[in-house]
Structure formats: structure tokens, C-alpha cells
């Protein structure tokens, strides 16, 4: 059951973009991807984020308080897209809420990352609502490593919940962090499995966010250690990388295509168009911000045009690593 009220969000007229573009660094960095982490939890214990040591209480936020932000900050920036994260986003109890509230801003892509274990009771209902893309997280096809990732479900459950997915067309990537030791051996599984369904996968370089340096190193496997092993059985042509893209992106010789976010390798941080937002309404200019800058949506469009410029300047020129726990900001 979809539980939306339908006149929550007619207080919102359509918000007219007073300073278009005006939020920008010295190199001329802007934001117009907006990352929104619902909540800071998970029900899985991937190795590459890991939260099992964390014991603390968090608030849920209603949407509303996420809408009325957002809709503030529409007014200043040109909101291309948002992009539900968490923690998994699915353990939020008003998701198919907030994605119908964004659309009534008329953001022209909303989209999710999940690991997908509560997505396929969700599905139906958030077509309803909205949703335009998901990301799916996927770290192997082979079941003894789905659980060596710390994956809850077996390959079969993924199996159906992509068939569903596609049946309701709605627009799917798959996203596989890779880590050397425990899931090298399923990079060509899972591109010919993806390519045979016209699915773009994407492989995701084990980032050094939250872990220590030591067992990162253990653990990298790199964008080239990834181009290796797919020419071990294809041929490969590199695509025109898109200005903002987190992923550069090849085409096999079987028409296959993949991508590769490459933060260590090949960073893109240089045209990084990406605000965060946490589960509290703080801001982060880049992932590897400390701390986040506290907004409300009592704030003035001038207090809020302010942190977005803070934020802003928060931007890295190349990705170094961070102690920030990758849940509680999303990836």
C-alpha cells in the first residue's frame, strides 16, 4: 500500500531558480546531483562497510522535513537529480513518500542505491511514486561469495528482483565493489550475465573510507587490475567519459557495456557536481568532509546560499581517503 497523502506538498509551488548556477568554486564546481542519506543504518554487514560496532539512536526524519530542504535549496540551485542512499534506504518507513514528494518538485531524476533485500515488496509502489533509476548493489553471482561479501540473500533472490525490475521498466545498474581475496573471480561472471540482459554494471574500487590504510591496501583491487581481467576473454574500446560522470565506461567486442568508478585510480573529483545531505539535514560539499553543516528549513535563502557556498569549498581536488563511515553519508 502506497501511503501518500495527496495535498501534503501543496504548499510547494514550483520553485523558481533565483540564482541558476550561482553556487560555484574557482574551479568552476557546481552542485546539481544532491545525495540524500534517509537514515544511517543497514541490515547487512558488508565487508566494505562494515557497522556491526555501531550502537547509537538516530531520528527518523518525516519527509517533509526532507522536502521542505530540498525545495529551499531548488530555489538556489538547478537539482538535476537526487539520489536516495543511506545506510539502505528500503529500511525507510516513508520511502515511497519522499520519492512521490521529490517528484512533486519536479526533479527530473529521482533514483536509489540499495541492496535490494526489501526492494522487491517496494517495487510496484514505487513505479507508482516515481522512482526513474536504482541502483542495485550486486557483489557476485556465485552464492558462497555472495556470503564471504556478507550478502544476506542468495544469487536466486537477485535473479528474480532484476527480472522484476526490468519487467516494470524501470532504468537498472548494478553496482560491484571489488576487493581483492574475495570477489575477483566474479568480474567476468557478472558482466556476461549484465551484458546478456543489456544491464550496465558498474565496478566500484574499494574506496579508503572508514578502514585503515593497511587493510584497504590488502584489499584494492584497482581500475586496471579490473580492465585486466576482462581482456582476459574480451576486447575492449573506451567511451567519451560525461562531464560529472562517476564512471568511465568501455564497450566490449560483444557489444557488452561496463563502467568503472575509479576514486583511487582515475578520481573525477575535478567536475564533481555532488551535495550530500544526511539523515539530520547537514551538508557535505564532498564525502570526505569531517563534519556537516547544520541546515534547517527555517533558514533564510540568504543562510542557506551561504552553506552551500561553505559546502562548496569543502570539495578535495583529488580523492585521498577518509575516516567518515561511508553509511552514515552514503557512497
Request: with cysteine; aromatic share 12%.
Amino acid at each position: 500500500m502506497l501511503f501518500i497523502t495527496p495535498h501534503i506538498y501543496q504548499d510547494y509551488p514550483e520553485s523558481k531558480n533565483t540564482s541558476f548556477n550561482s553556487v560555484y568554486d574557482s574551479y568552476g564546481r557546481t552542485f546539481q546531483t544532491i545525495r540524500l542519506s534517509l537514515l544511517p543504518v543497514c541490515n547487512f554487514q558488508c565487508i566494505y562497510c562494515k557497522t556491526e560496532e555501531e550502537n547509537y539512536k538516530y531520528k527518523i526524519q518525516k519527509p517533509d522535513y526532507f522536502i521542505k530542504l530540498i525545495y529551499k535549496i531548488k530555489k538556489i540551485i538547478n537539482i538535476k537529480k537526487i539520489h536516495l542512499t543511506g545506510g539502505e534506504p528500503t529500511l525507510y518507513p516513508y520511502l515511497e513518500e519522499i520519492v512521490k514528494g521529490l517528484k512533486s518538485l519536479n526533479i527530473p531524476e529521482v533514483s536509489i542505491t540499495t541492496n535490494g533485500t526489501l526492494l522487491l515488496k517496494k517495487l510496484h509502489t514505487l513505479k507508482m511514486a516515481g522512482i526513474d533509476s536504482i541502483n542495485l548493489s550486486l557483489d557476485a553471482i556465485d552464492n558462497s561469495v555472495l556470503k564471504k561479501m556478507g550478502t544476506k540473500k542468495q544469487f536466486e533472490f537477485y535473479d528474480k528482483l532484476i527480472n522484476e525490475i526490468l519487467n516494470l521498466n524501470i532504468s537498472l545498474k548494478i553496482n560491484t565493489t571489488i576487493l581483492k581475496g574475495f570477489n575477483e573471480n566474479q568480474i567476468l561472471p557478472l558482466l556476461e550475465y549484465c551484458g546478456k540482459r543489456n544491464i550496465i554494471i558498474r565496478y566500484l574500487e574499494y574506496m579508503l573510507m572508514g578502514v585503515s590504510e593497511t587493510i584497504h591496501k590488502e584489499r584494492f583491487f584497482s581500475m586496471f587490475d579490473i580492465l585486466n581481467e576482462i581482456q582476459k576473454r574480451y576486447q575492449i574500446k573506451e567511451l567519451k567519459r560525461e562531464k560529472h560522470s562517476t564512471a568511465n565506461y568501455w564497450l566490449t567486442d560483444t557489444n557488452y557495456k561496463f563502467g568503472i568508478i575509479a576514486n583511487h585510480s582515475k578520481p573525477f573529483c575535478m567536475d564533481c557536481d555532488r551535495l550530500r545531505i544526511d539523515y539530520n539535514g547537514n551538508l557535505y560539499g564532498c564525502i570526505t568532509q569531517k563534519k556537516g553543516i547544520p541546515m534547517d528549513f527555517s533558514d533564510s535563502e540568504n543562510e542557506i546560499y551561504d552553506k552551500l557556498n561553505i559546502a562548496i569549498k569543502n570539495k578535495q581536488l583529488i580523492f585521498k581517503g577518509s575516516s567518515n563511515k561511508m553509511h552514515y553519508i552514503g557512497g
